[in-house]
Nanobody, 118 residues
Framework: QVQFVESGGGLVQPGGSLRLSCTAP???????????MGWYRQAPGKQRELVAT???????NIADAVKGRFSISKNNSKKTVYLQMNDLKPEDTAVYYC?????????WGPGTQVTVGT
């Protein structure tokens, strides 16, 4: 069963940084590389929105709302995708979700809470 698990969320002050991780403990490496990985977030009362993607072909895309502050990277040997978040703002507060899509599957992680405040 394909599963993605997020970690690294927490409480951070405005201007601070966090790095989120999304791992795939139950799939083999060759399968992991076939997935396009994405980070999404959902703030209270708002729709879930795309934050960043890393395609199976190696292309990355960052949403305009976080461009210049967030970056996405991937370590295939660790079957992990990262979201580096710098200069965090209160409006970045949300549950952050990892999503993996392939030709056969569309799998979401359970999410990790990020709260930006004092």
């Amino acid at each position: 069963q394909v599963q993605f698990v997020e970690s690294g969320g927490g409480l951070v002050q405005p201007g601070g940084s966090l790095r989120l991780s999304c791992t795939a403990p139950r799939i083999i490496l060759s399968t992991f590389t076939l997935y396009t990985m994405g980070w999404y977030r959902q703030a209270p009362g708002k729709q879930r929105e795309l934050v960043a993607t890393f395609t199976s072909g190696g292309t990355t895309n960052i949403a305009d709302a976080v461009k210049g502050r967030f970056s996405i990277s991937k370590n295939n040997s660790k079957k992990t995708v990262y979201l580096q978040m710098n200069d965090l703002k209160p409006e970045d507060t949300a549950v952050y979700y990892c999503r993996g899509t392939s030709a056969e599957r569309d799998v979401w992680g359970p999410g990790t809470q990020v709260t930006v405040g004092t």
